[in-house]
Nanobody, 112 residues
Framework: VQFVESGGGLVQPGGSLRLSCVASGFAFSSYDMNWYRQAPGKERELVATITNGSGRTNYVDSVKGRFTISRDNAKNTVYLQMNSLKPEDTAVYYC??????WGQGTQVTVSS
């Protein structure tokens, strides 16, 4: 099982980024997928979830209305569109199922 996250970078407050995560080694379309983040000195937190069937989504309150999770089962890829970014969104972002191994993550830094 492997997850390869990309799309992070440095962005000014109010800006946007789109993260991608390519998964391999398992039946991607059969699993709910999640985005997590870990800010310096803080515990890793669940940011967004998309279910495997209906594609229903759920978000932590701090990102509702700003972030959108989506998936492309044909490409084994899950995305996180992040708009209206704030400095407190600065973190390493990871994708994963609800269990198992982690990828290397992608760094998002929101700063002027």
């Amino acid at each position: 099982v492997q997850f390869v996250e990309s799309g992070g970078g440095l962005v000014q407050p109010g800006g946007s980024l789109r993260l991608s995560c390519v998964a391999s080694g398992f039946a991607f379309s059969s699993y709910d997928m999640n985005w997590y983040r870990q800010a310096p000195g803080k515990e890793r937190e669940l940011v967004a979830t998309i279910t495997n069937g209906s594609g229903r989504t759920n978000y932590v309150d701090s990102v509702k209305g700003r972030f959108t999770i989506s998936r492309d089962n044909a490409k084994n890829t899950v995305y996180l569109q992040m708009n209206s970014l704030k400095p407190e969104d600065t973190a390493v972002y990871y994708c994963r199922r609800s269990f198992g191994s982690w990828g290397q993550g992608t760094q998002v830094t929101v700063s002027s």
